[in-house]
C-alpha cells in the first residue's frame, strides 16, 4: 500500500470524474491538489468539470483545483466529446463551485508541491502528459522530487483506442508530452490499456448503486451514457474503468501484473505516432539479451489485471462512501 501526498492531474472526462469519486470514496490517498488539462474536452470544460467534481464530493474546501494547459506542446488538441459528451460530463450538471476560482497555473503548482513533498508526492496523471511535462520543462529537478507518477495511458500488447487503431487517446493527444515525461528520470507506473481494458463493469453493476444521494445519482447517469458508448462502438454494454484504476494502483500497486523495462514513446510514425513500445527486463533475461538500457525511459508498466474484481471494488467503494440525503 502507497499513501502520501498526492496530486491528481486529469481531463474530466466521465472516468476521470469517477476517478476521483473513487479517490475520495476510498479515503486511502491524500489528495493535496487536483490540476486540470486539455483533453477529453477543451482546458475551461475540463477545469469547469474538476471544479464542479470538488463541489459534489465536498473537498472543495481542502483540495484546490487549478487549471493548466489549453494545448497539446506541439500540436492541435483533439477531444473526445464523442465518448464523453459536450460538456464532458455525459450531459450531467454538476453542483456550482462555492469557492473562487484560482489563479495559479498548475504547471507551477506541480512544481510548488513538489518542494514543499519533496520525495514523497505521487502524481496521478489521468489525461494527457502537457501540465506534468511541462512543469519539467520548467523545473527539470520535479523528476527527482516527486516519488512516483502514475500514468493512465499507453497500450503495449493491445490495440491503441485512437485511429489507426495504434495509439492510446492520453498519448496520442501530446505524445512529446509523453516522451518528455518518461526520459525525464522520474520514477514512473503506467497503467495502460493492456489493463484497463480488463476492468470492465458492466450495467448488473449498477443495481448495487441506487440514486439515493446526488454523488450516487450523478454516477449512475455518467455511466449510463457511458455504458451506451460502448454499446454503440463495440457492441457490448461493458466500460472500461480506464482512470479508476490508475488511482487504485497508486493506493496498491497489487491490482495490476508489473512489469519493469524500457519504455519507448514513438513521436513521429506516420501511423505509430503515441504508440508505446515497451522491452522488460525479463524478457531480456529469457531472451539472454543486454540489461536495460539505464540511457533510455526504465519504469514500470501493468501489463494486466492481478485481480479479477476491480469493478466490483470500485462499486462497492462509491456505495459505502455515498451520504444519505
Ligand atoms: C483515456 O482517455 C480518456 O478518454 C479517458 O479519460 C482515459 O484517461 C483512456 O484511453
Ligand atoms: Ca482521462
Avoid at 474538476?50 to 497539446?72: F, H, M, S, T
Wanted: proline share 7%; charged share 20%; hydrophobic share 45%.
Amino acid at each position: 500500500m502507497m499513501s502520501g501526498p498526492v496530486l491528481v492531474d486529469a481531463d474530466p472526462g466521465i472516468d476521470d470524474a469517477l476517478a476521483l469519486q473513487y479517490l475520495v470514496a476510498a479515503g486511502e490517498l491524500d489528495l493535496k491538489a487536483i490540476t486540470a488539462v486539455a483533453g477529453n474536452t477543451p482546458l475551461p470544460k475540463a477545469l469547469a468539470n474538476a471544479r464542479g467534481l470538488a463541489a459534489l464530493l465536498e473537498i472543495e474546501q481542502d483540495v484546490p483545483v487549478y487549471g493548466g494547459c489549453p494545448k497539446p506542446l506541439m500540436r492541435k488538441l483533439e477531444t473526445a466529446e464523442y465518448v464523453h459528451g459536450d460538456n464532458g460530463m455525459a450531459g450531467a450538471a454538476l453542483p456550482k463551485p462555492r469557492v473562487a476560482e484560482r489563479d495559479e497555473h498548475a504547471v507551477h503548482v506541480i512544481n510548488q508541491l513538489s518542494y514543499r513533498y519533496a520525495g514523497e508526492l505521487t502524481i496521478v496523471a489521468i489525461g494527457p502528459l502537457t501540465n506534468v511535462a511541462a512543469a519539467l520543462t520548467l523545473d527539470p529537478s520535479l523528476a527527482r522530487r516527486v516519488r512516483r507518477l502514475v500514468f493512465m495511458g499507453g497500450a503495449v500488447n493491445v490495440p491503441g483506442n485512437t485511429p489507426p487503431g495504434v495509439a492510446e487517446f492520453n498519448i496520442h493527444v501530446d505524445p512529446e508530452a509523453a516522451r518528455i515525461v518518461v526520459e525525464s528520470g522520474m520514477p514512473f507506473t503506467m497503467v495502460g490499456l493492456d489493463a484497463t481494458e480488463q476492468s470492465v463493469l458492466t450495467r448488473k453493476y449498477l443495481e448495487n448503486l441506487d440514486g439515493a444521494s446526488a454523488q450516487t445519482s450523478f454516477t449512475c447517469e455518467v455511466l449510463d451514457h457511458y455504458l451506451a458508448v460502448y454499446k454503440r462502438s463495440r457492441g457490448r454494454e461493458a466500460c472500461a474503468l480506464h482512470d479508476p484504476l490508475a488511482v487504485a494502483v497508486a493506493a496498491d500497486p497489487g491490482w495490476v501484473e508489473l512489469e519493469t523495462g524500457n519504455l519507448y514513446v514513438e513521436t513521429q510514425g506516420k501511423y505509430t505516432s503515441g504508440k508505446t513500445s515497451f522491452v522488460s527486463q525479463a524478457s531480456r533475461q529469457r531472451k539472454k539479451l543486454p540489461g536495460l538500457d539505464p540511457q533510455l525511459a526504465v519504469g514500470q508498466v501493468a501489463l494486466g489485471l492481478a485481480r479479477e474484481d476491480f469493478a466490483e471494488h470500485f462499486v462497492a467503494t462509491l456505495a459505502a462512501r455515498a451520504p444519505r440525503p
